[in-house]
């Protein structure tokens, strides 16, 4: 029993360093897609409902999910906050102009100042 325990520990902990390395390179498709195998880890690991005999190798393990998983909370956290501010981005560059900044005072309408905004959106 606590073989599969370990083992199943083992491979959740394997997914979350995966989606921590994704994270930390701010591959953000690479760690959805960990999504689903993270979710079956963890729905095996918690097969196993009766506490077991705790080994070495598994205290091992669950100091290592431990460290894993606060890990991940602060990328995921991290992750977040690049993501608001594309959005924030994105939003401010899709606005419309002010009503004011009409026309630049010579009867010429004003520079765009969306087109370097609209440019930082695309790559982002």
């Known amino acids: 029993m606590s073989k599969h325990l370990a083992e ?3 491979h959740l902990a394997d997914l979350l360093a995966e989606e921590n390395d994704a994270l930390k390179r701010l591959d953000f498709p690479a ?3 960990l999504v689903a195998a993270k979710e079956a880890a963890l729905a095996e690991l918690t097969k196993h409902q009766r506490l ?8 091992a393990v669950g100091q290592l999910l ?4 606060a890990e991940n909370e602060l990328l995921l956290e991290r992750a977040i906050a690049v993501q608001t501010r594309i959005v924030r981005i994105v939003a401010r560059a899709c606005a419309p102009p002010p009503s004011a900044a009409r026309y630049g005072g010579h009867g ?7 087109t370097a905004a609209m ?3 695309t790559r982002a």
């Open 108 to 114: 010429r309408p004003a520079h765009p100042r969306r």
């Open 52 to 59: 077991p005999v705790l080994s070495p190798a598994l205290v």
């Open 119 to 121: 440019a930082l959106s």
């Open 66 to 69: 431990a460290n894993l998983a």
């Open 31 to 33: 760690a959805a897609a």
């Open 8 to 10: 199943a520990a083992q």
